[in-house]
């Protein structure tokens, strides 16, 4: 069938929670730990399109948020050298993930595998105790992108407070020996999240508990979810502010705010930064200009090419660092 041959069908076909490599997620290999999101953040572009896939084959499918099964993961022999948690899911959406990406970091830690953990939800004692067994395999990037509970029950629904996210900084930042650790603020909403005195808080809380990397990001949305974006009052102007097609990763056709506006607006927010000990990187896989700028753009900065080519020397699985070309004025990449 031909619509079937261009889906990538990927965790819908079995429900399995195997790692796959994803071009789209900064060419690295992934694992989602469920099918959906409990967080509903209304900007995710992955969540919902895994869930359409799914629905497609499974049409009485109601949309609810199904943890996958770790079987087929926990047979497996061979790893990539990095893992990242996760790309189309958080991995501490609720209690049952949480327990189910536990079991995976045990099996990923006994056969020495990096792991990149973004996530917006909460650091159990369960979880840090696991942790603490392999520290220097874990770069941690928890996601606090605004301080105000207000944007952060419309924009991100499911996930937890401003409070919460912040105490697991310092739960974190007090785990001895971890890789590293970040603040990502992503995605910026224009007029919302990227004015001065948010950066301030956001970066400044962090920063009084220990964080010394930030990465920030705009929105990038299709089309269609601009649509979405501009009927809902709140964020009605952050919507009507991403008029620039954006270069991405991505071939898809995505909406931006507009390139110079973001230039000024990071080189403001890098002093702020600076002024806190704080070393800001911004993504270059959602924005590829970028990578012309002087601004550090690998959103993981500790995985450079180098690291890449490091960490693939010995394993059958290679990281493709083909979208990581080094620029003259770039120092960090
Ligand atoms: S936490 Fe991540 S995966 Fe979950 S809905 Fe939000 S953006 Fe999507």
């Not at 047979?75 to 189309?88: D, G, I, T």
């Not at 990465?215 to 501009?230: A, D, I, K, Q």
């Not at 506006?261 to 927010?269: C, G, L, R, T, V």
């Not at 970028?290 to 020397?313: D, Q, V």
Request: glycine residues 6%; aromatic residues 8%.
């Amino acid at each position: 069938m031909e619509t079937e041959k261009r889906i990538n069908w990927g965790i819908s076909r079995d429900l399995q929670a195997d790692v796959r490599l994803e071009p789209n997620a900064c060419k690295l290999y992934v694992m989602d730990i469920s099918l959906g999101c409990p967080f509903q953040c209304i900007y995710c572009l992955f969540s919902p399109l895994e869930l359409m896939v799914y629905k497609i084959k499974n049409p009485g499918y109601q949309g609810d948020v199904l943890p996958l099964k770790l079987d087929r993961f926990l047979e497996r022999k061979e790893f990539p050298p990095v893992v990242y948690l996760s790309y189309a899911s958080d991995p501490l959406g609720n209690s049952t993930l949480i327990n189910n990406t536990i079991r995976v970091l045990e099996k990923l830690f006994s056969h020495h595998v990096h792991i990149l953990l973004i996530t917006k939800g909460i650091f159990t004692e369960e979880l840090l105790k696991v942790i603490r067994i392999r520290p220097d395999l874990m770069e941690v990037q928890v996601g606090v992108t605004n301080s105000g509970d207000r944007r952060n029950n419309i924009i991100e629904p499911g996930a937890p407070s401003y409070k919460k996210r912040m105490e697991n900084l310092k739960r974190l930042a007090a785990v001895k020996g971890l890789r590293s650790l970040v603040v990502r603020l992503d995605p910026l909403f224009p007029g919302i999240d990227d004015i001065e005195e948010n950066i301030k808080r956001v970066i400044g809380d962090a920063s009084d508990l220990g964080v010394n990397r930030a990465v920030m990001s705009y929105l990038v949305l299709t089309p269609g979810m601009r649509e979405n974006l501009r009927a809902n009052e709140f964020t009605r102007g952050a919507a009507e502010a991403l008029v620039e097609k954006t270069p991405t990763i991505s071939e898809q056709e995505l909406y931006s705010y507009p390139f110079d506006e973001k230039i000024k607006k990071f080189i403001h927010f890098d002093e702020i930064c600076q002024e806190n000990g704080i070393k800001m990187s911004v993504c270059g896989c959602k924005e590829h200009r970028f990578k012309e700028t002087r601004f550090g753009w690998t959103c993981f900065p500790f995985f450079t090419k180098e690291k890449r080519e490091e960490l693939s020397a010995n394993s059958p699985f290679k990281l493709d660092t083909s979208h990581l070309k080094c620029h003259e004025l770039n120092i960090e990449n």
